[in-house]
């Protein structure tokens, strides 16, 4: 069966700071893969979205950025975080567009 | 651009059924999702319902499709203290969800 991570768990970084968040799909090749950021409150809003290897594509302008290096991989970085950036982050798959979305357990990221 | 909408809360009592609704703009979309949300964690899939259809019953939920008006809805039956979390709509051909339903279920 299909499983996803993503890690760490929890996170509070300071301003200014990088950030990494990892994501692995197992069980599955080529998945398409996704990341969404929930603000307290708030719904989803996709961040980015890979369809494979290399292949990125971005939803909102923002301070982050999203790279698949192998195809069951997803990481969600940032070079400087700003406060705005804290958040719930949730990692996710589908084998296709329009199929159903499976998430992982969510990072929460707190800037300070 | 495509939109998905609900009421933010919604607050039962244990053992009344509870109904969350949702509005789309984009009737094209082939599949409409549920996912359930509890404190902390990760989406899980709830149930869905393919666009020809008007009503898909799975146990205690049944999900309501009206084309016509674009609206969506889930029913709860019995609802539990356990059925307390948020609940998104999904559109996954556009990868848009609406901003969740918080149901609090109280004794």
């Known amino acids: 069966s299909q499983t996803i991570h993503q890690w760490p768990a929890t996170l509070v970084q300071p301003v200014g700071s990088p950030l990494s968040l990892e994501c692995t799909v197992e069980g599955t090749s080529n998945p398409n893969l996704y990341w969404y950021r929930q603000a307290a409150g708030r719904g989803l809003q996709l961040l980015f979205y890979?369809?494979?290897?290399?292949?990125i594509s971005s939803e909102v302008p923002q301070n982050l950025s999203a790279s698949r290096p192998q195809d069951r991989q997803f990481i969600l970085s940032s070079k400087k975080l700003l406060l705005s950036d804290s958040g719930f982050y949730l990692c996710?798959?589908?084998?296709?567009?329009?199929?159903?979305?499976?998430f992982g357990e969510g990072s929460w990221l707190t800037v300070v | 651009g495509e939109d998905v909408e609900q009421s933010l809360f919604l607050s039962v009592r244990e053992g009344d059924s509870s109904v969350i609704n949702c509005t789309y703009t984009d009737s094209s979309s082939t599949y409409l999702y549920w996912y359930k949300q509890e404190p902390g964690a990760g989406l899980q899939l709830l149930t869905y319902i393919f666009s020809n259809m008007d009503m898909k019953q799975d146990q205690r939920l049944t999900v309501l499709l009206n084309k016509k008006d674009k609206h969506l809805s889930l029913r709860i039956a019995d609802t539990q203290t356990g059925d307390s979390a948020i609940y998104f709509c999904?559109?996954?051909?556009?990868?848009?969800f609406g901003t969740g339903t918080r149901l609090q279920v109280f004794p």
């Open positions: 996710a798959w589908s084998e296709n567009p329009g199929n159903t979305i499976y």
């Open positions: 999904a559109d996954t051909d556009k990868l848009i």
């Open positions: 890979s369809v494979g290897i290399g292949q």
